[in-house]
């Protein structure tokens, strides 16, 4: 068998292997969204090996390449398939991970996970992942040099983020290598060095306009980091960019469901509470309330929950400012407002009261909730 035979059959096992990781991604239960991103790279190496395919069987089976050329080629898809394989390890940890931490504990395992795995593929010797917050201030960093104090750590960082590579990358914001630092001025040596660097890669994690961090990888021999790497690292680090901001999301989503836990608490206890008259008003009708507020209009709860408006049972003279006040309590929902109006007994009597109020979300709308008393 020639040689052409025998590439073309490697190719096609490569080919193979590519689509059963393709099959072993999508199966992946639970995966995120946006890990999916992962299958561009799969499917535009794929095309491109297919297209291959297809010329050499319109010409009766004979290869159309250069054999030395398509060596090349199955040499690189190799490496990316092995590449793909430890990304797709890398999804099916992280996904564990969720499972079982959260907060900034996931955070930190997620990075170092992640770093472990860029250094894994890239062959490289040593890295570092810096996160950036709107400012471009460091919040987080892991490095894989050890035996530092958080002081050395800080120092560090600014000098790298002040005029070495990462500072070029946060510029330009595309990824960089640099295949010899003794001849590039953008290579910072740190000061008592324990590992010698010759060769450097940074690749920037960004989402829309804003960069969220940076990923350094580096190796003692020069032209280290060659084609495909470079693109493989910067596909990773756009795929970190997208759990960053799902990480970002579900805090954030985990603070609102905290804050409304909280204050579905607290309306449950001022509502139950006799002592002061409580009510919830949303878009101006009341839609819950207490007995000792019913008492202090003189009405049944159902009546009052069946009025149009509230603006119906307050004094006229009052009924501007008590308007102005909420209207600025939903503008500020921090804020706890506090105004003196007066109420129209069933009656007929104005009795004046004192109230205090705050913003918040009642069955996911806008609400008010209201304490109030006798003056």
């Keep these: 068998m020639d040689n052409q035979t025998l590439l073309k059959e490697a190719l096609t096992d490569e080919l193979g292997s590519l689509y059963k990781n393709i099959t072993q991604l999508t199966d992946v239960k639970s995966l995120p969204e946006d890990d999916l991103q992962l299958l ?123 005029k070495g590579l990462a500072s070029w990358v946060v510029e330009h914001r595309k990824a960089e290598t640099i295949t010899d630092t003794r001849l590039d001025s953008r290579w910072v040596n740190l000061p008592d060095q324990p590992y010698q660097v010759r060769s450097a890669m940074c690749a920037p994690m960004v989402s829309g306009n804003r960069i969220l961090g940076i990923m350094t990888l580096t190796h003692p021999e020069p032209k280290h980091f060659q084609p495909p790497m470079p693109d493989l690292i910067g596909a990773m680090a756009d795929q970190m960019a997208l759990v960053l901001e799902n990480t970002k999301f579900q805090t954030a989503n985990q603070d609102l469901e905290r804050r409304l836990s909280q204050h579905q608490e607290f309306c449950h206890q001022v509502l139950t509470m006799e002592t002061v008259g409580a009510v919830m008003l949303q878009n101006k009708k009341i839609v819950q309330l207490n007995g000792r507020a019913a008492e202090l209009f003189g009405r049944e709860p159902d009546e009052l929950m069946g009025l149009p408006s509230m603006t119906s049972i307050i004094a006229y003279e009052d009924l501007e400012r008590v308007r102005a006040v909420i209207l600025q309590c939903r503008t500020n929902p921090n804020q706890i407002f506090a105004i003196e109006f007066g109420i129209t007994h069933k009656s007929g009597q104005v009795i004046p009261i004192t109230a205090q109020g705050i913003a918040l979300d009642f069955q996911s709308q806008p609400a008010v909730m209201m304490v109030m008393n006798k003056i």
């Design 40 to 162: 561009r790279g799969l499917v535009s190496v794929l095309q491109f090996a297919a297209q291959q395919m297809t010329q050499q069987q319109a010409s009766g089976g004979k290869l159309t390449a250069d054999v030395t050329a398509l060596r090349d080629k199955v040499a690189q898809l190799q490496q990316e398939n092995a590449a793909y394989k430890k990304q797709l390890q890398w999804i099916q940890d992280r996904v564990a991970l969720s499972r079982t931490s959260t907060g900034k504990m996931q955070l930190k395992a997620t990075l170092k996970q992640t770093l472990d795995i860029a250094r894994d593929i890239a062959g490289a010797s040593s890295g570092s992942i810096f996160l950036l917050n709107d400012a471009q201030v460091v919040t987080e960093c892991i490095l894989t040099r050890s035996g530092t104090t958080e002081r050395e750590r800080q120092s560090l960082v600014g000098q790298v983020l002040e």
